[in-house]
């Protein structure tokens, strides 16, 4: 059919010739309608984009574009099946049909639209659609200049942004739970990273949270995409105290011991801290290098020994040094003096005794001071001080750790008492409220003794309060109050003759 040409008119003519030769001749004509058939298909999205995840809800739009009514119209897509069928469309006619879908990543759909016209001429039409899907992503990694730190470390955290997306991000900002805000970051591209840092110092075992938050949007095909996108991440930072305890004692009592003897030392080393120690050295400075400990787990402890032969007083200064895994030294010191004495050389105690007070009334609390002494030239143990007070006029308000009894507080003191020290004793007495008129000497004596205290001279020591009480004014009565008189009027005659004598001379 040529086209353009509607409708085709047709005329079939017919001649012939009779035997005689005639000419005989017909014509007809036929009138042909020229149909055109046809459909289109137009396939749109809501949204037009969107991320992963989202619902896209398509429409396809099927019109039959011919000149003659179509039927059996069927439409199909490769994604989503068979989406509908109109069994009858008018020609310039259109229907929309709809489905719906969950994308999770950027889809092209192809879909046909196929009928048939009245002859069963079948036509069709396609459209595609691309949809595109994004999938904003972040993510934030953590860590820390150090994991292991002493307390009041400054500790320098790292924090590695990543855009883990398609989608490009804006306004990054990222936060610590601790440490407050970190930063901005203003664009981040699909794929980039950026690093931020912060400082901190640290003092005990912490755990930091850092938290990303990003925004995504933009326009594709008339629609809008925006939200945001978070992440989080954890760095733990612990805190050790590493410490080392270095203990001296030796065999030696206190009271030391004679010269020429062998003393053994021992030296009690302890890890202290919460970490192990390793390459631990104990020196001494008059013993030198007393060993080496390999390890030491936290709270164990290890002995060592050395022994010498002392020939005078002698102060050891022990120092055990350490190192934790850091390599961090930790170290500590100890000393232990260690007297020396000529064998059988005595003690010599002397004591000294002093009140709070010179003068008391009744009632009045007397604190008394005892300063006892080692003036010899060998320790003393085991020796008594007895205070022998006045019960008559006072009592007992503290014994100082004294026993009282009949009179006399005693104290039993184990000592030593090394040459050339000395200590104190406090005790408490009250002046009783019935004391006798007048002056009246408290006397309390003290006496240290020790079995070989040759001088007993300086042993005892004597201190004296007086307790005044005034007597009381009574009225005079009997002979008193007649003595009283006759006085009274011998000095008042010896008034009156002086007063006529001055009148007669005057």
Do not use: C
Request: proline fraction near 5%; charge should be negative.
């Amino acid at each position: 059919v040529p086209e353009g040409v509607d409708p085709i008119d047709n005329t079939a003519s017919a001649m012939g010739y009779d035997l005689l030769q005639g000419v005989v001749a017909d014509d007809d004509s036929w009138t042909v309608d020229v149909i055109h058939p046809a459909i289109e298909v137009l396939k749109a999205a809501e949204p037009a984009a969107a991320v992963a995840g989202t619902e896209i809800t398509y429409t396809f739009t099927v019109t039959n574009t011919g000149d003659v009514t179509l039927f059996g119209v069927m439409v199909h897509d490769d994604r989503l099946g068979h989406v509908g069928e109109i069994a009858e469309l008018g020609a310039g006619e259109s229907v929309t049909l709809t489905a719906s879908a969950v994308l999770t990543e950027t889809t092209t759909n192809v879909v046909v639209a196929t009928g048939y016209d009245p002859t069963e001429f079948v036509v069709s039409d396609s459209d595609e659609l691309t949809v595109p899907i994004y999938n904003p992503g972040i993510s934030i990694l953590k860590s820390a200049s150090a994991t292991v730190v002493l307390p009041g470390t400054e500790v320098t955290y790292f924090y590695t942004v990543t855009n883990t997306g398609d989608i490009a991000l804006f306004n990054v900002a990222v936060t610590d739970d601790i440490l407050g805000p970190i930063g901005m970051i203003a664009l981040l591209a699909p794929g980039e990273s950026v690093i931020l840092t912060a400082s901190g110092i640290i003092s005990a075992d912490t755990v930091n949270v850092a938290t990303v938050f990003g925004h995504y949007g933009s326009h594709e095909e008339e629609a809008v995409i925006h939200g945001h996108v978070t992440a989080e991440a954890d760095e733990e930072v612990v805190v050790i105290n590493p410490a080392i305890q270095v203990v001296k004692s030796s065999d030696a009592p206190e009271a030391g011991v004679p010269v020429g003897t062998l003393v053994n030392y021992t030296f009690t080393v302890t890890n202290t801290g919460d970490v192990t120690l390793f390459g631990i050295s104990v020196d001494d400075d008059h013993l030198g290098h007393i060993g080496d400990i390999a390890e030491l787990a936290p709270g164990a402890s290890q002995v060592l020994t050395a022994s010498a032969v002392l020939n005078e007083t002698t102060t050891n200064v022990v120092v055990a040094v350490g190192y934790d895994e850091l390599e961090n030294q930790v170290s500590d010191s100890d000393e232990l003096t260690v007297r020396t004495f000529l064998p059988f050389t005595p003690p010599d105690l002397a004591i000294d005794k002093v009140a709070d007070k010179d003068s008391a009334q009744p009632g009045d609390v007397v604190e008394y001071t005892l300063t006892y002494r080692n003036v010899g030239q060998g320790g003393a143990s085991d020796f008594t001080i007895v205070d022998n007070y006045d019960e008559r006029y006072v009592t007992v308000v503290d014994a100082g750790g004294g026993i009282v009894a009949d009179g006399e507080i005693t104290w039993s003191i184990a000592g030593p008492l090394l040459p050339g020290e000395s200590a104190t004793i406090t005790y408490k007495v009250k002046v009783k409220s019935d004391m006798p008129s007048g002056s009246t000497n408290v006397d309390n004596v003290v006496v240290i003794s020790h079995p070989d205290d040759p001088d007993t001279s300086n042993n005892t020591d004597t201190e004296r309060v007086v307790v005044r009480v005034n007597a009381p004014f009574l009225p005079f009565t009997g002979a008193e109050a007649l003595l009283l008189v006759a006085l009274a009027v011998a000095v008042g005659l010896v008034g009156l003759g002086v007063r006529r004598l001055s009148r007669v001379y005057g």
